[in-house]
Structures are given as structure tokens and as C-alpha cells.
């Protein structure tokens, strides 16, 4: 099974919500600023995903998507 994480980054605040609920631990705070200043996450190992979808389901913002 393959799987896809796509952070829209531009919409990313960097609260960090994903981050505590990947049951993986594979999304991480970016050091880069999106275009409003803040620092999104990253997905550090797409291959490591499981499709839990928790990152999304948590993101208040609805910038992550998981794609099976």
C-alpha cells in the first residue's frame, strides 16, 4: 500500500497538533517560514506512514491530507 501525507504548507500555522498525534513520530516542526511566517511541519519519512490519518484528523487548520 502507498501512501501519501501532503502538508499544504502556506496554510500550516505550526501548532504542532500533528506532530503529537503521529503515532510514527515521523512529522517533524520545519526550520524553514512558510509565507506568513511560521514554521510548518515536514514529514520526515513518507514511507514510514501507517495512513492512520490522525495528522489530519488533529490539524485544525486542515492542511495535511493522507492519501492511501
Do not use: F
Not at 500555522?13 to 503521529?22: D, F, V, W
Not at 516542526?29 to 514510514?48: A, F, R, W
Amino acid at each position: 500500500m502507498i501512501t501519501r501525507v501532503t502538508i499544504y504548507e502556506d496554510i500550516c500555522k505550526g501548532c504542532g497538533l500533528c506532530t503529537t498525534a503521529c503515532p510514527k513520530k515521523i512529522l517533524v516542526m520545519g526550520s524553514h517560514m512558510n509565507s506568513k511566517g511560521y514554521h510548518p511541519v515536514t514529514i520526515i519519512d513518507q514511507n514510514l506512514c501507517i495512513s492512520c490519518a490522525m495528522c489530519a484528523r488533529m490539524c485544525p487548520d486542515c492542511a495535511i491530507k493522507v492519501e492511501k
